[in-house]
């Protein structure tokens, strides 16, 4: 009985028509006629790694699974400056270089800095760009090897060496140089945080892995490999083929299911496009 008084049967009343409208899936942040590389960094769009890849016909899509932040004791580079009494400073990533020229210009006194020894070219050419004078010996491709280019080449038992470094970066560089009687001073000069997993910068990359549709994912970083599980789950379940940045990137990689690794042959853009180039496209 309506408000009207009047009755309706439920014959009497008229049936909707419902039209059925077929759920439609979100469109896919990928063309499936593109080709993918997943970078675990960010990608400046001056990136030397976008020229790198370009012959490989590969689109990067940048997924930062890990960002710096500054160390809980900013001064402290300064301080250790300051004080002196260094026979060199080992250098083993383009961030602590970018600590050191930071660090340099902050101090109340221009410092005379020791033998500054870069791990890399690309560490190297920062060292150089923020004025800093560097050698880099070539067969030092990671913090460890630098470290033992260093006392091959020079006499430093009892002497005392500055190593800017991350905070939970690796310890083998300081363990190689005190195991040669060299007096270590570590200083920590960034933290690397992970991501939070709705960053939205990490959703295509994500998107992309999670459907199988980018062709690489290459790794910058041993805590890297620890963010992506999280983010995509086990890495042995995808069909992604991954490289790595250099091998203890890749050994992480393996520990944690991936059989095929191509691993830079050197830590720069060429040296991983190199790798790559051996593996894609598939069939090589």
């Known amino acids: 009985m309506y408000g009207n008084g009047v009755g309706v049967g439920l014959c009497d009343m008229a049936t909707p028509v419902v039209e059925h409208v077929p759920c439609q899936k979100p469109a896919p ?6 080709a993918y590389a ?17 012959p490989l016909g590969l689109e990067i899509v940048a997924m930062p699974l890990t960002r710096t932040e500054p160390p809980r004791d900013p001064g402290a580079l300064t301080r250790a ?21 930071e660090a340099v210009s902050g101090a109340r006194i221009r410092p005379t800095l020791p033998e500054v020894w870069a791990v890399g070219p ?6 150089v760009t923020g004025g800093i004078a560097a050698l880099h010996p070539a067969a030092a491709h ?11 080449e020079r006499e430093l ?29 570590d200083v920590i000069v960034y933290r690397t945080v992970t991501a939070p997993q709705d960053d939205p910068a990490l959703v295509r990359g994500r998107d992309l ?29 995808r069909t992604t083929r991954f490289a790595a940045i250099g091998d203890t990137t890749a050994a992480v990689l393996h520990e944690a299911g991936v059989t095929n690794v191509a691993v830079a042959t050197t830590p720069t853009p060429e040296g991983l496009a190199n790798a790559i180039a051996a593996v894609y496209p598939p069939g090589r």
Do not use: K, N
Not at 38 to 54: C, Q, W
Not at 142 to 152: M, V
Not at 162 to 182: C, T
């Open 122 to 127: 690309a560490t190297l050419r920062a060292l």
């Open 38 to 54: 997943v970078f675990t960094r960010d990608v400046a769009a001056d990136s030397a790694y976008l020229s790198a890849l370009a």
């Open 142 to 152: 990671d913090g460890p090897a630098l470290a033992h280019e260093l006392i091959r």
């Open 209 to 237: 892995l999670l459907a199988d549709a980018a062709d690489l994912c290459v790794v910058f970083a041993p805590s890297q490999v620890t963010a992506l599980t999280a983010l995509v789950g086990p890495l042995a379940q």
């Open 29 to 34: 942040r990928y063309d499936a006629r593109m």
């Open 157 to 185: 038992a009892g002497l005392r060496v500055l190593v800017p470094r991350a905070e939970d970066g690796r310890e083998e560089p300081m363990a190689i140089l005190r195991a040669a009687g060299v007096t270590v001073d």
């Open 81 to 101: 400056l300051e004080a002196g009494g260094h026979a060199a400073i080992l250098i083993a990533s383009a961030r602590g270089a970018a600590a050191l020229i």
